[in-house]
């Protein structure tokens, strides 16, 4: 357990001052603030219920908002949320779109009326001006709204640049790239991450568009494999799109990986326990959900942040879709 | 959509009879409100917002725990019971317990503290008394937590016949059952149901215990089938619980289904993705979830349930986990 103690003496300043700046008192310098916040950040120190009963919380309610709970990102997502908003002493409402810009707004209404602390968002509304007229602190997970909102995300083109060459160097020639919707800036990055690569090593290459949805990029990837010949990689832009590449790969009698190699993006559970195992990037799941929450609650205890946009550094786990 | 008139048609009385019944109010013989509540559930007629907002709602809220939200089958539930509560007009807050009775009994205090509406339960907490305090509506669902709080569950032990008979006539002759927590009423009728076949079949045998978790099924398994020779078939208490089944099989090098046979219990989505695709005892969650959600709001709106136990036929699906 990291305490403040262990936080003034990384900084090299007193107690008071760490205290200073976790209540945003008294006069600090920005170095000192900086050399703070660096503190906390380097040990993960997380401020005591003392400190934080200093602002009286509203409702002690926040919201987050995922577009697809059967989709097994978001329940992990949910799960370190909640955790982490329950060590801060909030419940969370979990509400679920279904993809539906009208449910989505509907819930943001309806969660406003209940007088909700904050909300995080980790849905596929790309409109930034629908985001306008909400007074309340907000937090983007895993998706990217607007520079105004502060958000949390993983290295999307670096994780697509990654795995695109993880690809090349285990021999794939023609190389597909399965993306998730258009609209979702995160899945815009992977694709360029995608076509870096590919068009420096001059392979040959095809990407189409999917729903994360496992049976949508299962038919994607039959149709795709039926009508192309030579295709011998895939770089998934999600798990659950790599998960229906393997299916049609199976339907199709292909072998994984003598035949084709896959690579997914996200690292949820079931991609170790699936047979085979996916190679993937994995994004720090629990690290992002818990940063959000961090990041509503400074906003809702009114605490000027640092900066508005974490970007996660991302990791290639070798599983048995790719060859060793 | 089946309208207020489709109700009285088939229950052979007027409108009016029929909207003294959802209402409660005014003079009904008892066998009428039979005929009506018979007709509404056949039909699966749905009052409309009218007759709904009859009642004044406090929070617009209900909740809704459960143990492991990253559990394939919760999320599966949490999307019926959040569909279903949408077409009232409740809110959802979801709560994930992680299984700790200590985090079961925070959230129902902090939900009553919010003025929650009533709480469905989904929950590994059996002790009947921890809910005696608690004065909101409830509905348990997938658990039976005792007889007073309206129940909705599957045939658990019809379900597990059902399974295990199957094991037999695909010709298993050593049957292993690997049963959830025994403190859940649900997986001891599972339980209860696989004895009652392989006694009267004079089948040889084994129960174990694990958690809904892959991970410990997965090695609850793979130790059986090390230390144990000849077994060729498992009743699993989960869809989650067979996926470790034949995630130890893979490590252990056995075919499925030569080997080795497995049938699940859930029908979740998982279990039809993945390879090979389960054979399972497959529970209606959607209209689970739907009829908790309706008796809840029965109970908010001050209506008398006709009954507190309702049971869900069962369904076996055949996959590649069994031969054909």
């Known amino acids: 357990m990291v305490t403040i103690r262990d936080v003034a003496k990384y900084a090299n300043v007193s107690v008071a001052t760490v205290s200073r700046v976790l209540n945003n008192k008294g006069q600090v310098s920005e170095e000192t603030k900086r050399n703070v916040r660096e503190a906390i950040e380097h040990l993960k120190y997380r401020p005591n219920l003392v400190a934080r009963t200093l602002y009286k919380k509203t409702s002690s309610m926040i919201g987050l908002i995922v577009p697809d709970i059967t989709n097994p990102f978001f329940p992990a997502l949910a799960r370190t949320v909640e955790d982490r908003a329950r060590s801060y002493g909030y419940t969370v409402i979990l509400c679920n779109t279904d993809g539906s810009t009208e449910k989505e707004a509907d819930y943001i209404s309806s969660l406003q009326q209940k007088g909700i602390d904050g909300i995080i968002i980790s849905t596929n509304r790309s409109e930034a001006d629908d985001f306008k007229d909400i007074d309340i602190p907000l937090v983007a997970l895993d998706r990217i709204v607007n520079s105004e909102i502060p958000t949390v995300t993983a290295e999307n083109k670096n994780g697509a640049i990654k795995a695109t060459k993880h690809l090349i160097d285990v021999g794939c020639q023609k190389v597909v790239h399965i993306q998730g919707p258009r609209e979702?800036?995160?899945?815009?990055?992977?694709?360029?991450?995608?076509?870096?690569?590919v068009q420096e090593a001059d392979i040959e290459h095809v990407v189409v568009e999917a729903d994360f949805d496992i049976k949508v990029a299962e038919?994607?990837?039959?149709?795709?494999?039926?009508?192309?010949?030579?295709?011998?990689?895939?770089?998934?832009?999600?798990?659950?799109?790599?998960?229906?590449?393997?299916?049609?790969?199976?339907?199709?009698?292909?072998?994984?990986?003598?035949d084709l190699q896959i690579v997914g993006f996200d690292g949820i559970e079931m991609g170790k326990i699936f047979i085979p195992s996916l190679t993937t990037i994995e994004q720090p799941i629990y690290e992002m959900g818990a940063l959000a929450v961090d990041l509503l609650s400074q906003q809702i205890e009114k605490k000027e942040l640092d900066k508005h946009l974490y970007e996660f550094p991302i990791n290639l786990v070798i599983g048995n879709t790719t060859k060793r």
């Open 219 to 258: 038919e994607t990837a039959y149709q795709l494999l039926q009508e192309q010949t030579n295709i011998d990689g895939f770089f998934a832009g999600s798990d659950v799109i790599a998960l229906g590449i393997i299916k049609a790969a199976h339907r199709l009698g292909l072998n994984i990986p003598e």
């Open 184 to 197: 979702l800036a995160t899945t815009n990055d992977r694709k360029d991450g995608f076509l870096e690569v």
